[in-house]
């Protein structure tokens, strides 16, 4: 102890915020309920795009049954069933029965999903619904071509009135082929950075808690300022949140092209990186909120209802943003976008969808950054004001009162 | 030298600290006594920036305390605290660093500081797997291990087995005599304050009562006492001499309280003319003894 290191009287004490957020970075990146919550996330987007890449091409197929007592007709029908089946994508296999309890009793066993005798539809308990409805459309078209013909019409008359496109579609914007696409992505992105808001500012606040809690933030205040404290706890935990947002995205994207589930990977790309921006900015915005709601309290337990109105507040965010990839451009879906509280979920949405404007963009965008630097300052004078109260609940005019006046030096 | 100038501290309608002001000079180990809630603590963290006051200030070498000085002083909290799940020796690094030490530096001086309170085979265990008193030693070290400028200790002794004790005094004391570090601390523990520091500063409900060394303490009080033991005399020979009075009779003899203008000598005369004189000489209080008469007064 005898030789004293050369200190500088003055040192600089610039960095220390990066210091607390190392630390607070490295110990949850080695904390377990972090791999937990990364790997259930991984494994439950897996199934989601394997199910997508490969589910979609199972076409449904049936085996039906038919008999009757005019051959003619039953030899009609069949035919249009096979042109009915065919424009409809359905894989229909068609068999002819001789005798009605034969083919009833393959019903039963399951060989056939239904018969067909004369003009009634036989199934076992019900019948699917794709397939009565291939069974009526059918009918419709025999029933009509006989009318045709009975009025005298010619086979490619009758032919023009049942295979010619009724309607033509038109529409009045350039349609755009992959918005269901985009509005899948959106629902996974928008999920994903709702919980990931929503987690890693549960984060933030039991982080305050426990260091309040074991009073070691005592001592941290002693060396550091209550700023430089709740930013380097903001900034460790936030980039942990980004680097695993990232790492989820980059995985589910290179799953999906690997698989074929995504069509352009290029638009799910724009998306990600949209919503990793918008994380951003939204965790600035709710993390010194959470803070507070974590220095008000001095256990764990109470924590729940101090959270209450930031959680409601996320919350409500998270529903309009769902409702928005239905309505992007509806009253409720603009205005939320806009206003900085819910902007965070909801404009990545209509931003996915191609509704926002480059104005409503730059307008939430400003709104957000300018709720930040309102709310930042705020949060730290609070958190200040009540970290170092343990006991009970500190009542926010108190924590405001009691925070340390920091001479101009803050 | 730390200086604190007419602290004023109010917690809603209590007054915790009511126009305190001592120093610390330097290389000087000050002992800060007080019944409990005596505003001990609420000046220690307003000494250390944890805590504003209403008025007064800090000054610290004859300037105002911002953060980057007061990043330079070493804190022991009444309220112990260090992260239970970090390892020993990783929570000193951190600490040190955040006090602006290097990566280098902050591990040696983590490392010596551990060997030099004695927890040094304990520096790869989690804190919250140690005894307390260990804990109580890992928490001095935090206080220690930035080669602080000022040491301010709010009750260091307490938890500590008599080892601990010798230890943590041994260590205060090379840090104010080798170093020429300020320290102060508080404790309970009176025998330990008037062995161990050069002056005391005495708080009673917000005030200061006394400050000094404890010599200066015992000859400005105003009870002026002398212990006399007289063998075969009158037993109240005393009684008649005007401007003396008994305070207690003990085995050991009687307690005399003399009034001011009153003349041991003559005193002594009379216990002679009485009997034999056994014992007769100036009563020097205790630290406890003068914690009593102050604090009650």
């Known amino acids: 102890m005898n030789d004293r290191l050369a200190h500088d009287p003055r040192p600089t004490d610039r960095g220390a915020w990066r210091l607390v957020a190392m630390r607070d970075f490295r110990v949850r990146l080695r904390d377990k309920g972090f791999f937990i919550s990364t790997g259930i996330t991984l494994a439950v987007l897996t199934v989601f795009i394997l199910l997508r890449a490969f589910g979609d091409e199972v076409t449904p197929s049936f085996d039906l049954g038919i008999t009757g007592t005019d051959e003619v007709e039953i030899q009609r029908t069949a035919a249009e069933l096979d042109d009915v089946a065919e424009r409809e994508g359905v894989e229909l296999r068609v068999g002819f029965w001789d005798d009605v309890e034969e083919a009833e009793a393959a019903v039963r066993s399951g060989r056939l999903d239904a018969a067909l005798v004369d003009d009634e539809l036989v199934g076992d308990d019900s019948v699917p619904a794709t397939l009565t409805q291939l069974v009526r459309n059918a009918f419709v078209r025999v029933r009509i071509a006989a009318a045709l013909e009975t009025g005298g019409a010619s086979p490619s008359e009758i032919d023009a009135v049942l295979n010619r496109p009724a309607v033509e579609v038109r529409t009045l914007e350039p349609e755009d082929p992959d918005r269901e696409e985009n509005a899948g992505i959106a629902f996974i992105a928008v999920l994903l950075a709702y919980g990931q808001l929503f987690g890693y500012g549960v984060w933030v606040a039991t982080g305050v808690i426990e260091e309040k809690a074991s009073r070691v933030v005592e001592i941290l205040l002693s060396a550091i300022r209550p700023r430089q404290l709740l930013a380097g706890k903001i900034a460790g935990i936030g980039l942990l949140g980004i680097v695993q947002l990232a790492f989820i995205a980059a995985y589910a994207i290179g799953l999906s092209v690997v698989t074929g589930a995504l069509d352009i990977p290029s638009t799910a790309i724009g998306i990600a990186l949209v919503v990793l921006v918008w994380f951003v900015m939204g965790f600035a915005f709710y993390a010194g909120l959470f803070a507070v709601s974590g220095s008000l309290v001095s256990r764990m337990e109470e924590l729940q209802n101090a959270m209450v109105p930031i959680n409601l507040i996320i919350f409500i965010s998270f529903f309009i943003s769902i409702g928005a990839l239905e309505s992007p451009d509806s009253p409720l879906s603009v205005v939320a976008s806009i206003l900085p509280f819910s902007s965070a979920l909801a404009m990545p949405v209509r931003i996915a969808l191609g509704s926002a404007t480059p104005q409503q963009i730059a307008l939430s965008i400003s709104l957000l950054v300018a709720g930040t630097a309102l709310f930042v300052p705020l949060s730290a004078r609070l958190y200040a004001g009540a970290v170092l109260r343990t006991g009970g609940r500190v009542k926010l005019r108190d924590a405001w009162r009691s925070a340390p006046v920091t001479n101009g030096q803050g | ?297």
């Open chain 2, 1 to 297: 030298m730390l200086e604190l100038t007419g602290l004023r501290r109010t917690f809603g309608d209590l007054v915790a600290l009511d126009d305190v002001s001592f120093t610390v000079p330097e290389g000087r180990i000050v002992g800060f006594v007080g019944p409990n809630g005596a505003g001990k603590t609420t000046a220690m963290r307003i000494a250390l920036g944890v805590l504003t006051p209403d008025a007064g200030s800090v000054r610290w070498r004859g300037e105002a305390v911002d953060a980057r000085v007061r990043r330079r002083f070493g804190y022991m909290p009444e309220e112990r605290g260090l992260y239970p799940k970090m390892r020993v020796l990783d929570q000193l690094v951190y600490l040190a660093r955040l006090h602006g030490l290097g990566k280098a530096d902050a591990r040696r001086r983590a490392e010596e500081t551990i060997e030099v309170l004695g927890v040094a085979e304990r520096a790869n265990d989690r804190v919250e797997a140690l005894s307390l008193g260990n804990q109580q030693r890992v928490q001095l070290a935090s206080a220690l291990v930035h080669e602080p400028d000022l040491l301010v200790l709010d009750e260091p002794f307490s938890g500590l087995d008599p080892v601990g004790v010798d230890v943590l005094s041994g260590v205060l004391r090379r840090q104010a005599a080798n170093h020429g570090v300020p320290v102060v601390f508080s404790s309970h523990q009176l025998e330990l304050v008037e062995r161990l520091c050069d002056s005391v500063v005495l708080i009673d409900r917000g005030r200061i009562v006394a400050q000094g060394t404890i010599g200066e303490l015992r000859a400005r009080r105003e009870r002026r006492l002398v212990l006399v033991q007289v063998r075969g005399g009158a037993d109240e020979w005393y009684a008649s001499i005007p401007g003396v009075a008994l305070v207690e009779v003990r085995t050991d003899g009687a307690v005399l309280e003399l009034a001011g203008d009153v003349d041991e000598q003559r005193v002594l005369d009379l216990a002679r003319a009485s009997g034999d004189v056994v014992r007769f000489g100036p009563m020097h209080p205790t630290l406890a003894e003068l914690f009593r008469e102050v604090v009650s007064a």
